[in-house]
């Protein structure tokens, strides 16, 4: 059914408990199961990402483990703790980074982020976690007057300046441009780098994938997969799909050996080519659209050749 | 010391609405902190008005100060008393007061009413003897009222006292009545305050 992660304890060499352990999370509203039993499992020093799509309940799943809210059933441990009772060391330790901010608009950047390194025993560096960010050039400017990209990385700054052990980022870099993700996605990497603990949700394929260790997806409530990006969906889901044209007909296959399939055609062939031949392995995005039940219905699984046009042009489009 | 009340039940109701509340939730600063500091904003604010207000009503207006009647030392301790217990009162009842508005926006549409009408009746506006006897006993529910009540006997001559309805500055009914708000706003402020926006889960 769900994928735990129990099996992955003897790939990662880590010792000591790991940074978050949830078993069995439930959380409703009103009638709508937001959270129907989480397991999830982050070891100290990964980056994990949730994803899923708007509404599978990520950020009420973070936020219960950030100690905002309160949960209905299942076992959560944080840094070793109950977030909902956990104190103020323990905040110590965590930093959070809320998705949506509007506040604190009237002091400069160097002034909010000094300001916060004050509530922790041993902040980092205010300047260079305004460094760190990139907003050097910003330290004397009001919070209001910041650009969308440049309030979010402020947000960091602040989600990061206590020297925290485990980070929660809940889609850090939505509204970025590709520039800015970049330098952010750097960023976050410094941030592993240095042994922080880091727990992202995002609805960005290629962020999870650029980011994560390991990718949770969530659907409806409940982690649908779990596992490194590269490996998502299992290999069933990873079977690469060899497409020619026959008889004047496109024609796709599924196969786990594409090598011996193209032998074969070009053994049918009459000199050798096999016209409009591509083998395709399926990106993270339709392993990931398979997942949360979103797949686009044009896809052949064996020997069709429904939409073959259609998903051809979808392929060239991707690097 | 409505200062307290509707400084607090404001900055307290935005400050949850956009966010900071929730912010400050997830930092090691302790609830204590943030309260003392809106305390501490309070306590300026008041005194620095008090101080502009007593400023011109003595320079421009010629309004005799206490320290100049003979009573003085008694009636700057009244004053001083008052203006404590009052600030307070305010202060606290803005924190539970805080929690009543539903986002940012509605804040001043919520709490302004609330003081008006309280200056209103409590004798803010109008000299308290002439407004209606049921008014007066409505108004005597609310801490306003009394605050209002022990400044006049701060600032007006003694004989004025014949114009008080109870014939009597009643400074052990007000310490009571103030004390009580203290208590009941300290209550509901505790019971009621919210980090994060009601519908935010």
Avoid at chain 1, 193 to 208: F, M, P
Avoid at chain 1, 245 to 262: F, I, K, N, Q, Y
Avoid at chain 1, 288 to 303: D, F
Avoid at chain 2, 13 to 42: C, M, S
């Amino acid at each position: 059914m769900r994928t735990t992660l129990d099996g992955m304890d003897t790939t990662r060499g880590e010792t000591g408990a790991p940074a978050v352990e949830v078993r069995g999370l439930r959380k409703r509203y009103g009638d709508r199961q937001a959270v129907a039993g989480v397991d999830l499992r982050v070891e100290r020093g990964e980056i994990v990402a949730l994803l899923g799509p708007n509404g599978a309940g990520k950020t009420t799943t973070v936020e219960i483990l950030e100690g905002f809210r309160s949960r209905d059933a299942g076992e959560v441990r944080v840094l070793g703790a109950d977030p909902q009772t956990a104190g103020r060391a323990w905040r110590d330790r965590i930093g959070v980074v809320l998705q949506d901010s509007r506040d604190l608009t009237e002091l400069t950047v160097a002034e909010v982020v000094a300001h916060f390194a004050g509530y922790y025993a041993d902040p980092r560096d205010p300047r260079e976690v305004i460094d760190a960010v990139g907003l050097g050039d910003k330290r004397g400017t009001r919070t209001r007057q910041l650009s969308g990209g440049q309030r979010r990385r402020l947000d960091v700054a602040l989600g990061i300046v206590g020297r925290p052990e485990l980070v929660f980022l809940d889609e850090p870099t939505t509204g970025f441009d590709p520039q800015a993700r970049r330098a952010f996605w750097e960023l976050v990497r410094t941030l592993r780098d240095d042994g922080t603990t880091i727990l992202l949700t995002t609805h960005y394929l290629d962020e999870a994938a650029q980011l994560a260790d390991r990718v949770a997806v969530l659907r409806d409530g409940a982690v649908v997969a779990l596992g490194p990006p590269e490996l998502l969906g299992g290999p069933d889901a990873r079977r690469p799909v060899v497409r020619w044209v026959e008889d004047g007909a496109p024609r796709a296959e599924t196969t786990s050996r594409p090598t011996a399939l193209v032998r074969e055609l070009a053994d049918r062939s009459p000199d050798g080519e096999v016209p409009g031949l591509e083998v395709v392995h399926p990106s993270l995005e339709d392993v990931y659209l398979e997942l949360i039940g979103a797949a686009p219905p044009a896809r052949p699984r064996t020997g069709a050749l429904a939409g073959a046009s259609a998903g051809t042009t979808d392929e060239e489009a991707r690097p | 010391m409505l200062t307290g009340f509707q400084s607090l039940a404001i900055s307290i109701a935005v400050e949850r609405d956009d966010g900071t509340l929730k912010r400050l939730r997830a930092t090691p600063l302790p609830a204590v902190a943030y309260f003392l500091g809106k305390v501490g904003l309070v306590l300026v604010t008041a005194v620095g008005q008090t101080v502009l207000l007593l400023a011109l009503a003595a320079l421009a207006f010629d309004v005799p100060m206490p320290w100049d009647m003979p009573d003085g030392a008694g009636r700057i301790a009244t004053f001083a008393w008052v203006f404590v217990l009052g600030c307070a009162t305010g202060a606290v009842c803005g924190v539970g007061f805080s929690s009543l508005p539903r986002s940012g926006r509605s804040v001043s549409a919520v709490v302004t009413p609330v003081v008006l009408v309280l200056q209103f009746i409590s004798g803010v506006f109008f000299a308290f003897f002439a407004l209606p006897s049921w008014m007066q006993t409505v108004a005597s529910l609310f801490p306003l009222k009394w605050m209002a009540q022990g400044m006049r006997s701060v600032f007006l001559p003694e004989q004025a006292v014949v114009l008080e309805p109870s014939g009597s500055w009643q400074h052990g009914a007000t310490a009571a009545v103030l004390v009580a708000w203290l208590v009941v706003g300290l209550v509901v402020g505790v019971r009621t305050f919210r980090w994060r926006r009601r519908d935010d889960g």
